[in-house]
C-alpha cells in the first residue's frame, strides 16, 4: 500500500497518540503492526481498510476550512492555499491538483487519489466524495 496511506502519523491520529511514540509499521497478513516505545513494549494491529478510511477522512477533514474555488473553465479551477495558487482539474476518474499531496499521491489508482483541494472542489459541486463523483459519471456516461 502507498507510504501516504500507511505511515505513522495516519496510526498515531487513528489511535489518538503522538506519532512519535510508534517505532516502525510492519505489513502483515492482517493489516500493518505498529509497535509503541512507551517504557514497556507495546504492538497492535491496524487492518488495511481503517487506514484507507483514515487517508480520505484527514483529507475530507483538512477541505472544510478552505476557500470556495474559482472556475477558470470547463474543466479548471483554481484554489488558494497556503503556499500560493493551486489548480485542478476535473477528469472523468480524478480531480487532479498541482499541490505537492497530490503530486506525491502518485501510485494511488486515480480514484483514490485526492487532496484536500479535490474534496473541497467535490464539496463545492454538490458531491460528499470521489466515491460519489465517480458513480455520477458512471450513471452519465
Known amino acids: 500500500m502507498h507510504r501516504l496511506i500507511v505511515n505513522k502519523a495516519a496510526i498515531a491520529r487513528l489511535l489518538g497518540i ?25 504492538t497492535g494491529i491496524i487492518p488495511a481498510a481503517a487506514l484507507v478510511d ?45 499541490c505537492e499531496d497530490y503530486t506525491a499521491q502518485e501510485g494511488i489508482p486515480p480514484g483514490m ?8 472542489l467535490l464539496t463545492a459541486l454538490g458531491f460528499s466524495g470521489m466515491g460519489d463523483y465517480l458513480g455520477a459519471i458512471a450513471k452519465a456516461s
Not at 510508534?22 to 507495546?42: C, H, K, W
Open 18 to 42: 503522538p506519532a512519535k511514540r510508534i517505532t516502525r509499521v510492519e505489513a502483515t497478513p492482517q493489516g500493518y503492526a505498529y509497535f509503541l516505545d512507551s517504557g514497556i513494549y507495546n
Open 113 to 120: 487519489r485526492a487532496c484536500k483541494h479535490g474534496y473541497r
Open 54 to 98: 483514515e487517508f480520505i477522512r484527514f483529507r475530507q477533514t483538512s477541505a472544510e476550512g478552505l476557500p470556495e474555488p474559482t472556475r477558470i473553465n470547463r474543466t479548471v479551477w483554481a484554489i488558494a492555499g497556503k503556499r500560493g495558487e493551486y489548480f485542478l482539474e476535473v477528469q472523468a476518474d480524478a480531480i487532479a491538483c498541482t
